[in-house]
């Protein structure tokens, strides 16, 4: 899975490299790996997603098992979660901080087994997750091992996904619920499918291991979805889908310097699991205090896309700062999220984004910007 060469710093290549080479992608170094920007063009993937299906691969994410006798409490000490609790075959949304309360990353972790938990990271984060748990083992009777490198990860999302995957594995997909994931077979091979996702839309990922069976599963789902709809999607598309759907991105609403509760993820911190955790007193007095920020949702009166790092003015005067920005094709307009200062009325309106010395008229609105139909 790496790139040709000996030069280690060189970006790495998932096993669908060549394959995404064959469908005329636009290829990028993004953390570190050589993937897929867009295909026929964001706008057609974005909509294919919402009204149809689209394929994603998400190879370049991190996987780290935990193993051994106390990989619950271990788990349960090391990130803000209650993960001892997650019953074996479902999956938790959580984030893994530092003592100070900060986010280093925000993970979902599946329960394999009773001692065999899955903890799946951020691409650009893979490496400080896997150190900071190796870490927080010392003690426990358990053991942390980074098996990124033996997975590939395909993602199918949208209103179409089940029907395009469901003659292709033995799974009764009815059966599996939303967060939740089990051994299966996809075109004969045998994968966790779980039923999660980053587009507000509903679907499933795929993680295979041996890594080198995902072209093989990627041709049988490209040519059962053809019929219905189904196209490959980029980066591009997954990060509106995402935006359109509030949900956060490391980098971005999550970092180093924010806290869940920053982002208004504090239901993720379960102070009522037994024993101490990792920044929990941190946290405690984040909850106390509340957030000194908070994150809210912008629509633009115009056309001008919002993007990153633009100010947000009120009465002249900068309140907040933009963390994501885009044109939103189930819209039909720029929209951002954007940390302001907690003390702000967001209801009182005359909200003004500076684009490059330009203010755009903006409204807020509650994420997340976009809601799929049951």
């Given at each position: 899975m790496t790139a040709p060469g000996n030069d280690p710093?060189?970006?790495?290549?998932?096993?669908?490299?060549?394959?995404?080479?064959?469908?005329?992608?636009?290829?990028?170094?993004?953390?570190?790996?050589?993937?897929?920007?867009?295909?026929?063009?964001?706008?057609?993937?974005?909509?294919?997603?919402?009204?149809?299906?689209?394929?994603?691969?998400?190879?370049?994410?991190?996987?780290?098992?935990?193993?051994?006798?106390q990989a619950a409490d271990l788990l349960d000490h090391a990130l803000?979660?209650?993960?001892?609790?997650?019953?074996?075959?479902?999956?938790?949304?959580?984030?893994?901080?530092?003592?100070?309360?900060?986010?280093?990353?925000?993970?979902?972790?599946?329960?394999?087994?009773?001692?065999?938990?899955?903890?799946?990271?951020?691409?650009?984060?893979?490496?400080t997750v896997s150190r900071a748990l190796t870490?927080?083992?010392?003690?426990?009777?358990?053991?942390?091992?980074?098996?990124?490198?033996?997975?590939?990860l395909i993602a199918i999302q949208g209103p179409e996904a089940a029907a395009i995957l469901a003659p292709l594995t033995d799974a009764d997909l009815a059966q599996i619920r939303y967060y939740a994931g089990y051994a299966h077979t996809v075109a004969g091979h045998p994968v966790l499918l779980a039923r999660t996702g980053y587009t507000g839309e509903?679907?499933?990922?795929?993680?295979?291991?041996?890594?080198?069976?995902?072209?093989e599963i990627w041709a049988a789902l490209l040519a059962a979805g053809e019929p219905r709809g189904l196209v490959p999607a980029g980066l591009s598309a997954r990060d509106t889908?995402?935006?359109?759907?509030?949900?956060?991105?490391?980098?971005?609403?999550?970092t180093a310097g924010t806290t869940p509760f920053d982002a208004g993820q504090g239901r993720v911190v379960k102070f009522d699991k037994p024993g101490d955790f990792v920044g929990r007193a941190a946290l405690a007095e984040a909850a106390e205090s509340g957030p000194a920020r908070r994150l809210i949702g912008l629509v633009a009166r115009g056309r001008r896309p919002l993007r990153k790092g633009n100010d947000v003015l009120l009465d002249g005067r900068?309140?907040?700062?933009?963390?994501?920005?885009?044109?939103?094709?189930?819209?039909?307009?720029?929209?951002?999220?954007?940390?302001?200062?907690?003390?702000?009325?967001t209801a009182a309106g005359g909200f003004v984004v500076d684009v490059r010395g330009r203010g755009e008229e903006v409204d807020v609105v509650e994420l997340p910007f976009y809601t799929r139909k049951a």
């Open positions: 710093s060189a970006p790495r290549r998932t096993p669908l490299h060549d394959v995404h080479a064959d469908l005329g992608a636009t290829l990028v170094d993004f953390a570190g790996w050589i993937m897929p920007l867009r295909y026929s063009g964001e706008r057609a993937e974005h909509t294919a997603v919402r009204e149809r299906a689209g394929l994603f691969d998400l190879s370049h994410m991190g996987e780290i098992h935990i193993t051994g006798p803000v979660g209650h993960l001892s609790k997650v019953t074996t075959g479902r999956a938790r949304y959580t984030m893994i901080t530092a003592d100070d309360g900060g986010v280093l990353d925000d993970l979902i972790v599946y329960r394999l087994a009773d001692d065999d938990f899955l903890v799946v990271a951020n691409a650009a984060n893979s490496g870490d927080r083992a010392a003690g426990f009777d358990a053991r942390v091992e980074d098996r990124s490198a033996e997975y590939a509903d679907g499933f990922e795929i993680f295979i291991r041996p890594g080198t069976d995902a072209p889908l995402r935006l359109e759907a509030g949900m956060p991105l490391y980098g971005n609403e999550l900068r309140v907040g700062v933009t963390t994501s920005g885009a044109p939103s094709p189930t819209l039909g307009r720029p929209i951002a999220m954007a940390y302001v200062d907690a003390d702000v009325d």
